[in-house]
């Protein structure tokens, strides 16, 4: 497969399912670890027994060899074995063992994560720890915002962040890192220290020194560079690399580098001011059905217009939402952004009674008009799945998109939250200063343009990277075409 190909690539942290697979991938290739251990120990066990057996009085004189010899039963013996014993126990050392455990082993490891999908978990790590400007001794220690973990990170663990904090240039965030690690490692002696710590230790003091030396003089050239680190830590001992990491890093920390807090992360961690002058209230007005049940609905925001609809879907609903999923696709940060995949999603096309269904209950809620795009899109956000701020109306590019414009731009928005998130993934108007929990069975609803279908800019929305939790969406953007005859409320103008 072509490692460019992003949309088809396969990708596994940007959703919890994924993550399932790849439990159940870990644990089918310990089992065939296992048992291929198990099986080569079956063969050395064998090999003891076959040696045991194979003992016979040491002759060291060629007199003692040839009295030996000499002896009819001796004789008869030594040919049977080398005739008949040594092929078989020839045989038997060659024997191909464990292949179906190997093949099964090698199949796994082939449909195993790439670095790619590493970087993307790296990445997603880092953008929690910074969203919420979390410290690593407390996530090493389990310790995520205010919720305590029974699960520690491992020296592997931090290693590996501390090396990708070196990376991206966070060198403070790598010292922190280190440390964590460090401590970890604290009784750590080479030799307790297993092969595999000690290969990381020596790449990221490797990665180090190069960018050391590299700072030092910029004409040399990289041969030059790796020749250089290659008999600088020929002979290093463990204290050396670890020594090496801490004082370089030290020295590129960069102390005015801290800028303040964006408004998604503001909004991220909860610090918005709480908004006092807007209602709860019962809407039983948009159809004679609502009479009936009216919605129970919160006022978010009155300008621009945001509301959130509480136990909009149920649990049997939201089953039979998975069930109408067959594949998944990758999800972007933003339209058009190709860099990033945060999340998967699916596009029910083809109208269904689940979708039916969830279309009439918009219908409901906003006094829209969905026949001309039943089409509804489902989205499931893994752990450190997030939206980038953006604004969901097209504008300018809406003719790339809908080349007839026969729908017109999207003048609102619906997010249905179905999905359990303990920690995170909030939808956040940053400008607004709204942050919305995404609290399974609600349904948040907003206009994005003005009645004039101009764009409102204030509706600049993001959605906070999940902490904790498998946060699935049903996203409706609704368009204005099939509006046009449609007054959910009173009109709203652009004020100049
Ligand atoms: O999931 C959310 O809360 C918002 C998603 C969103 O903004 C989008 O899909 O355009
Ligand atoms: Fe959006």
């Known amino acids: 497969t072509d490692p460019n190909d992003l949309f088809n690539r396969k990708y596994y942290s940007s959703s919890v399912l994924g993550l399932v697979k790849l439990l159940k991938m870990e644990q089918a290739f310990m089992e065939n670890f296992s048992m291929y251990a198990n099986i080569l120990q079956e063969k050395v066990d064998n090999l003891n027994i076959f040696l045991d057996a194979l003992k016979r009085p040491n002759h060291i004189t060629h007199n003692e060899r040839e009295k030996f010899v000499s002896n009819p039963l001796n004789a008869f013996g030594?040919?049977?074995?080398?005739?008949?014993?040594?092929?078989?126990?020839?045989?038997?050392?060659?024997?191909?063992?464990?292949?179906v455990q190997l093949t099964a082993m090698q199949d796994i490891v082939s449909a195993a994560p790439e670095s790619f999908d590493m970087n993307e978990k790296l990445k997603a790590m880092h953008r929690i720890e910074t969203t919420y400007d979390l410290q690593p001794k407390d996530i090493a220690k389990g310790l995520l915002q205010r919720t305590e973990f029974n699960y520690n990170l491992s020296f592997r663990d931090c290693l590996s962040l501390a090396h990708h904090k070196f990376e991206i240039g966070e060198f403070k965030r790598s010292l922190l890192w280190f440390r964590e690690a460090l401590k970890l490692n604290a009784d750590g002696s080479l030799d307790t220290m297993n092969r595999l710590q000690q290969i990381e230790l020596k790449g990221f003091a490797t990665a180090v020194a190069k960018r050391s030396i590299y700072l030092s003089n910029q004409a040399l050239t990289n041969e030059t560079i790796d020749n250089m680190v290659n008999s600088q830590l020929q002979d290093a001992k463990q204290m050396d690399l670890e020594q090496l990491i801490s004082s370089e890093l030290k020295q590129w920390i960069n102390d005015d580098s801290t800028t303040p807090p964006t408004g998604h992360n503001l909004g991220c961690q909860g610090l918005f001011p709480k908004k006092s002058n807007l209602v709860c209230r019962y809407n039983s007005s948009t159809n004679a059905f609502l009479q009936l049940a009216p919605l129970k609905m919160e006022e978010v925001s009155r300008d621009p217009y945001i509301v959130l609809f509480h136990e909009m879907i149920s649990d049997k609903e939201i089953e039979e939402m998975k069930g109408e999923i067959t594949?998944?696709?990758?999800?972007?940060?933003?339209?058009?952004?190709?860099?990033?995949?945060?999340?998967?999603?699916?596009?029910?096309r083809k109208e269904s009674s689940f979708s039916k269904r969830i279309n009439q209950r918009i219908s409901d809620m906003t006094g829209f008009k969905l026949e001309e795009f039943p089409a509804i899109q489902l989205a499931n956000f893994g752990v450190g799945g997030y939206f980038k701020p953006h604004y969901d109306y097209y504008t300018d590019r809406l003719k790339e998109v809908d080349v007839n414009n026969t729908l017109g731009d999207r003048i609102g928005s619906i997010i249905f939250y179905a999905g359990e998130v303990s920690q995170g993934g909030q939808t956040v108007f940053p400008d607004l200063k709204v942050a919305v929990e995404p609290k399974k069975g609600n349904a948040l609803f907003w206009f994005n343009a003005f009645d004039d279908s101009s764009p409102d800019p204030r509706t600049l929305h993001s959605v906070c990277p999940v902490i904790v939790g498998s946060r699935w969406t049903i996203t409706k953007w609704l368009h204005y075409a099939p509006q046009l005859f449609v007054k959910p409320c009173s009109p709203r103008f652009h004020k100049k």
């Not at 594949?327 to 029910?348: C, F, H, P, Q």
């Open 327 to 348: 594949e998944m696709e990758n999800g972007w940060t933003s339209l058009g952004d190709s860099k990033e995949i945060v999340s998967r999603v699916y596009w029910i």
């Open 78 to 99: 030594l040919i049977r074995r080398l005739n008949q014993d040594w092929p078989k126990l020839q045989n038997y050392t060659q024997k191909p063992l464990g292949l």
